[in-house]
């Protein structure tokens, strides 16, 4: 099965799929960090601009730091995210798992450079493109990958309707499938979710189903009631 | 430290001996036992009576110990050495960065003729366990031995084993953070009750060494071979168990407090030790006592405890450690400004 | 268990671990926050692990799974990160890291240093006994624009820079020799090549225009301005030299690891020393803009200076951190 | 179209990440869209290049305006693949007539420069709608988020762009240094139809640009679509329901809920549930069933029909580039100061020192000169402290080092001798009772035995510290005390301090009271082992530390 997630088993013997970002995403983040990075030059320089050859100075190194330095920060104290990729919604981490540390954080931004060549992240674009887990030369040689970030989720919607237990134990997948039924039947149309409750009409309540009672929807529901626990 | 103790031996004949719960051994008993085994053990690892007395008493504190040298200093004798003199069983492990967890801990095996998993159990299933170059193994792996190292038991395919008791694990760390080691989280440092250094013997000690292998020994192995079992593993726990029941004063556990609290505050310390290294204090401090044959703890005990069970739990400043000054160091300082109980 | 029972069973572990991650995760948090956050960790941290798995062996609902997912995560996320402070380390990489470091990788370093100096100078020597040869490699224009910077009897070395001149230099030079340090470093990723084309031509560069000043009589006031920082600067050209060797050489020969993993270490070492060529470039751009600038200093003091922070250079790199951990 | 033969993982994703998938598909079947791609593209450019050598600009319109149908094969081989059917690639490259015949004229017309044509792509030529049907269905996969394929499209476009650029970089650099040096590249580069020869290796030069993207802009198009539809009609649950029946009807399992089970009163009906069902769907359902599975090629007879007039070209397309703000491009691209930064800065050089410094001058000029002042004062101050950072450093080091010039260790233990009136008891010599072992006897006889012992041992210790210049620190613990003391005073007192320190400890620590007459002779002996005699022997104080 082709996927963009990547398995990482962490100390504790659990495992994570992380979903790694494309190019695309990444170049949005990019694209944002480098306004706000323009941004924050713009500001040194209205801010040092009156104070002569100190504040030229002062703007020179300013803009050395915010060219070199802004995603190395952001990336160390943030964890894994600079502005842009929390925009986005995306972050780094090491290949292992494990959070960023200053050597590379330090080395995948250095190496913007060869990913810049020849002309602006020629390579690094190819690199992604062409790479398992979508990695440029920083990457690569910083060991470490871009995940989508996996967001805390909220409780789910509520159903107002009574559980029911089914008789078959069900495999995660298919406890999954149900549910996500139950939660996304709003946003499909009506002939769609029966005829998705459809396949699963002959192991449900005939009787009702016949009655008009109750549809294998609606039993559906019940039942992804009953398995998200709130029965 | 075996001139300050010159006063606990020739008394304790006189004294009425504390008795463990549960087990038929006296103070007396114990004393003359663990006596035997540590010179049993001295015969092979010579030089190294005070690695012995702290290994011997993290043995009887039922924990872990963690060891730091160079190698080739006799830290495999050493745990062969005391395996073999209470008859345990002893295995190694050699930690290496393609070593898997279930190489520790073993695995469910599939068997064709009974058509049944068997499980296999792994090295850890043993009473004396060296972990050699722990740092040397992905994190994962190490995971699984500080698992052991704290429940004693092993889950396979959902099942729970214990194992062996008495159950020492002994890690050996590289002293170097070369290229390819994982560092044990500072979190998980815990889980070892003391820290020693091994270092190389003293010059007269070593004469002696390589005198009574010259002189018609040849190596280690012969060494081992003249060792004998002294006594068996329901004794060393019996020893433990007399060991978790010798007296300690208030006044003690509130000087063991007052010391890993000093490290929380001591300039030059980032990061002290945990509330719960005083209670490992405590323990070590116990243990040593009834290897020193003492039926009672006194403050030279947990002195003498302090800088092994502390060494792994606090962690430096860089000032500190640029002077040169080592972990060792400022732990001599803590002790010799936190006031000692006297009244 | 059921799944509810099991939810409320251990609701109350999750949310604290999942507070003592949101202190974790704050930008910025202070001391006593850390050993909050630090004590009892591993267990909460291995608990909620156990629940992840548990979870996921009794087929509880995706929802509770993907909450413990997510929590395991970001408590891995703490749990492994490096909490040596900054500081601390900057220190220790300054007083035995660094040294070591480039006594370790001292094939490379000589690698750099040859590559740099060699040809400077045999280029040198050749413009010396040729000088009409300086502008088979130097721009002409460039040429000028450097007599007359160093031109004896110009009145603007004469003066005495203003302190806001040297700062708007000090960032200049921050800014444009660190710059490329990073891209000769980063150059070295194509199997070495950009590496070398740094180093000789930067070598020659230096060796043709040292040997014109020469021709043409301007040393005193061109040594004078350049002795004090080039020890510093040139060691840090070097660095970056060998660091960007080190990086293509992982690609050309990456030994017995693969070439992914070899150009990792390989990264993680040239680290080490594009740090140390950012502290002396750093060095460097001081000692330019407040030291060689003051021209009410003899020279012979300035070349007293210079000298001294060559001695300081060797003696640091072969002195320092002997014997201490890295 | 048999879900259950998917090759990717099908879940509805969040945003960015549907995109992702397509990077993937790509990732896994690079070889075979490739071929296809340059199978089909490169007879048409050279034939065209032939064709209109004299009019390199409208090669390049025509091969510019053509793109949709070269990307038709591309998507009909991923689409096939994704529901594991493998086409060869024989085949992709012999459909393409037939698959550019599908809605022809709107694609190289207006659709042309929609900025969702990666997305609309499969919905026309995979759905084979008509007309209205179509419009509405592109309405409906729009409504989820067009906004990810507006922005792929403008991503891809500028991607095309950065490797126009790059390829002509590369070759730049990869030119020996005289020939690059005597030429005047960019004006090369740049040289419009004048020379047609360049101009053609200008578009070759694109045509390579697009080569590398199109494959990339098809397929994350397609997982566009994809993932609409998996949100839409919950393609994956589907697939999961389908398993979970089979599995039901091959184990013969019980019927998933109670037959029997209590009649719910619940009126509600999924209707009620649902917020917002999406009406516009619905009429299309029964053409999606055929869709993608039937390749639709027979839809194209309802291709010309109704197409929607109002929709306008607009020049917003970045597509557009034509030579002239090509130039323009390039001169501002070279103007800008990051393209100088990387071709200059290749040397260590300080040109910058005369002539920056001179231009930053002048333009100071129009600082007003309170400003200046104070910056000059605060650069002034700042330089100062740098300045001190620096002689603390030096200082620091000397001080540090010194022992490397002297030979001499660092003495760090200077600071722990420490006078030794702290005490963890109350130790001053002064509330001691003059006759403290009469004291003490007094107390035996009370009963306060362990009172009575602490004094005795607070004597002792105060007698040594009055008399000797011994260091007892706060720390040292009675054993400590005892090895540091017993060699003062003569053979008697060191006797006496041991046995004292002896009971001392078991009393203290282990609670056990010694003999009374021990206890009485401890308190007979102590002036016979202090107060009596012994002038102190000073000679003898070689001991401490």
Known sequence: MLDTTREVEVPEGITLSLPVASLVSRSLAFLIDQVISWLLIFVAIQIFQFLGRFGDGMILISIFVIQWFYPVLFEVFYNGQTLGKKVVGVMVINDDGTPIDWSSSIVRNLLRVADFLPFFYAFGFISMMFSRDFKRLGDFAAGTLVVHKMEQIEKDQKIALDGLAPKVPLTLEEQSAIIGFAERTSRMSNSRVNELAGYLGPWLDQEKIKQGAESSAVQLTRIAKWLRGHA | ?343 | MRQEEFEQRYQPEWKAFQDSIEIAEKFSRRRGDNQKVLDGFAEHYRQVCYCLALARERQYSPYLIQKLETLVFRGHQIFYQKRLGIFKRIYQFIVFGLPNAVREQATFVWIATALFYLPGLIVFAIVLVFPELVYAVVDPDMVSNIESMYDPTADRLGRERQSDTDFMMFGHYIRNNIGIAFQSFAGGIIGTLGTQFFLIYNGVFFGAIDAHIINIGYQETFYGFVAGHSSYELTGIVLSGAAGLQLGWAVIAPGQFSRKQALINAGKRGMVLMYGAIFLLLIAAFVEAFWSSISSVPPTTKYWVGGAGWLIVILYFTLLGRGRRV | MDLEKMTAKVRPRKGWEAIDLGVALVQQHAISLYKIWFLITLPFFVVVAILLFDYAVWAYVAFWLLKPFWERPLLHFLSRELFGERLSVKECVKSFFQLAKIQWFPSITWRRLSFTRSLDLPIIQLEGLSGGQRSQRLKVIHSIGSGSAVWLTIFFVFLELVFYFAILALAFLLLPTQFSESLDFWNWVAADSEEPWAAMVLNFVYYCGVSIVAPFFTACGFALYINQRTHLEAWDIELSFKRLAKRLNEQGEPPLVRLASIVCAVGLSVMLLMNQPVNAYESTEQQNELSSEQQVVQAEIDQDKSVPEDETVDSYSIDNLDHASANRLIDEIMDSEDFNETLEDFRFERRFDSDEEKSLENSSSQFSTWGLLFAKFISFIVEFALWVVVAVVIIFLITRYRHLVTGLSPNLKNKKSRPKQLFGLDMSSEELPDQPWQVAKSMIQAKQYREAMSLLYRASLIWYMDNTDVVIREGDTELECLKKLKTFGNQFSGDYFSRLTQNWRRLAYAHQLPDSNVLTELCDQWPDAYVKPMGLNQDEEQTNE
């Not at chain 2, 004998?228 to 010798?246: E, G, K, M, R, W």
């Open chain 2, 1 to 343: 430290m075996s001139d300050l103790t010159f006063d606990n031996n020739d008394e304790s004949n006189n004294v009425e001996t504390a008795k463990a719960e549960n087990t038929g051994m006296n103070l007396q008993q114990g004393t003359e036992l663990i006596k035997t085994l540590s010179e049993n053990i001295n015969k092979t690892l010579i030089g190294q009576s005070e690695i012995v007395e702290m290994a011997l008493t993290c043995l009887l504190a039922g924990g872990h110990l963690l060891i730091e040298g160079v190698p080739g200093l006799g830290k495999t004798l050493l745990v062969r050495s005391i395996a073999k003199s209470f008859a345990g069983e002893f295995s190694r492990i050699q930690f290496t960065p393609d070593l898997m967890p279930s190489d520790v801990t073993g695995h469910a095996m599939f068997d064709p003729k009974s058509e049944k998993f068997r499980i296999r159990k792994g090295p850890a299933f043993t009473n004396l366990l060296l972990a050699d170059e722990i740092n040397r193994a992905p994190a994962k792996t190490q995971s699984a031995l500080l698992e052991v190292m704290q429940e004693k038991k092993i889950t396979i395919e959902g099942k729970s084993q214990p194992v062996s008791s008495p159950f020492m694990v002994l890690a050996t760390q590289n002293p170097l953070e070369q290229e390819g080691t994982y560092p044990l989280p500072e979190a998980e440092l815990d889980r070892f009750l003391m820290n020693v250094l091994i270092d190389y013997p003293a010059i007269e000690d070593e004469v002696a060494l390589v005198k009574t292998i010259t002189t018609g020994e040849i190596d280690d192995s012969i060494l081992m071979r003249e060792l004998t079992a002294v006594t068996d593993p329901d004794s060393i726990i019996a020893l433990q168990n007399l060991a978790s029941s010798i007296m300690v004063d208030d006044a003690l556990f509130d000087y063991a407090v007052r010391i890993v609290a000093a490290t929380r505050e001591w300039s030059g310390v980032q990061m002290g030790a945990s509330p719960r290294a005083s209670i490992a204090l405590i323990r070590a401090a116990r243990a040593l006592a009834l290897v020193r044959g003492s039926e009672f703890v006194t403050p030279d005990e947990i002195k003498a405890v302090a800088l092994p069970v502390m060494r792994h739990r606090i962690v430096l400043s860089a000032e500190l450690e640029i002077e040169g000054i080592g972990v060792s160091q400022v732990i001599a300082d803590i002790l010799a400004q936190v006031a000692a109980p006297r009244d």
